[in-house]
């Protein structure tokens, strides 16, 4: 019996090491496409149509998108727990933003166009969206994303991500450095790998990267796993449990939800100490003058807080509600921390709303690059408060959207049959819609015009009418 066992083992781990070969042997092949792909389109674009060549900005720019961070579980935004002592004390420009969509295909391709999904076309396929790559559209051939400009400008770029996904609406438009898939790279690895990039540099450079470490499974190094507390080893703790929602009552579920959320925490103070020991390696270097330094998310994560009302009036073909992300637009799933730290921008925390659309326009604003592009986003310190903020192109079921101005926030939901309107300022638990039919209406027109490009209408004097009189 014995030895039986051991050649069943051998045979695993004999076609586990061929799997591993060939997957590496596949990325390799990929890597080579798209550098190739890459190349291609770079010598078929006549720079001149686009921007001023003659101004070579001399600025780093570095992006950081820590993919399922949610912004209220910042500790800088009051959070209970210590989770990220790094970015309270980062000196910088703060901001909370509404991130383009609610999961990362189309959140990262809106990050590095400035656009919303509808307008760079890298979304989902199909009335009932569902997670198949036949399904998944690329960005338009006609746009140019922030790597392809800087690079048209003289920049080093570089591209890595612990999620697979952040590359894939990317392919041919960007050369990946380093690339796996979801949790082969932890945040000191992915940095780690950025700061060789970084040593070697000689002209000025661009790096966007993606960290993974908060998107399940949750595997942070054992010094971090039990910071907050001890996580217990529940089934499933690191994926996602409980995801139907006749499982989620009693004893059990509200163990595993305590513990699923204090892993996630745990997780989250290490990845602020990754990010602090990043940024020592660039003030090390010198490099904190000449570095304007982004960190940001492409969406959060649910923690079962609006299940109920998920399971009620949203479909989802896995059956699924109330945990992760893609599936809805709830301010858990797309509110998201904004940071920008350069010694030349303001040490200082912005009480308006912004997009992650407006990262592109800003990076172009800073380095002083004129060009004739257009964006959906804006500069980060030149937008207005109350302006429209859009949220769109879900993962699951049916397409969402939100569109939130100022205090007010629409959820649109066509084939679910859903259009609600919140007050955010009484109910900023997103619990009890407004019932007034013809405020939903006109936040429902007012999405309609975003989405066909049609007009300018002013909703803040529509809310101020409605405002005395609006019926929770």
Known sequence: ?????????????????????????????????????????????????????????????????????????????????ETTPFLDSIRGSKFTAISSAPWTYPSVASILTGLYPHTHGGILSGKVKEFYLKNFMKIKGNLLTLPEILFLLGYRTYFGTAIDVAFYPLRGRVVPSKQKGIGDYSAEELLEDLKKWISKSDKPFFAYVQLGDLHEPLNPPNSFRNFFGEVKNLHNIDLWDFRRREEQ?????????????????????????????????????????????????????????HAELEAKNFYDPRGFYGEGHGHNVFNEIIEVPLILSWPKIPNKRYGKLVS???????????????????FDGLNLFESKEKRALLNEAAGFGYEKKALVIGRFKLIYSKHDDIAWVFDLEKDSEEQNPIRDEELVSMFVDKLNRILAKRGKLKIREIIKLKESGINK
């Open 1 to 81: 019996m014995g030895n039986i066992k051991r050649s069943v083992v051998d045979i695993i781990k004999k076609h586990a090491l061929i799997h591993k070969m060939a997957r590496y042997a596949y990325k390799d092949y990929n890597d080579i496409k798209n550098r190739r792909e890459f190349y291609s389109r770079i010598k078929q674009i006549n720079p001149d149509e686009y921007l001023d060549t003659s101004n070579k900005p001399d600025l780093n720019v570095i992006i950081l998108t820590v993919d399922c961070l949610r912004d209220s579980q910042l500790s800088y935004n009051g959070y209970f727990r």
């Open 249 to 305: 009552r009693g004893k059990k579920f509200q163990e595993y939800k305590e513990n699923r959320i204090l892993l996630y925490d745990n997780t989250l103070r290490y990845v602020d100490y990754s990010i602090e020991q990043f940024h020592s390696f660039l003030e090390d270097s010198g490099l904190i003058d000449s570095t304007v330094l982004i960190i940001t998310a492409d969406h959060g994560d649910e923690f079962w807080e």
């Open 356 to 374: 992650t659309i407006d990262i592109m326009p800003t990076i172009l604003d800073l380095l002083g690059v004129n060009h004739k592009l257009s």
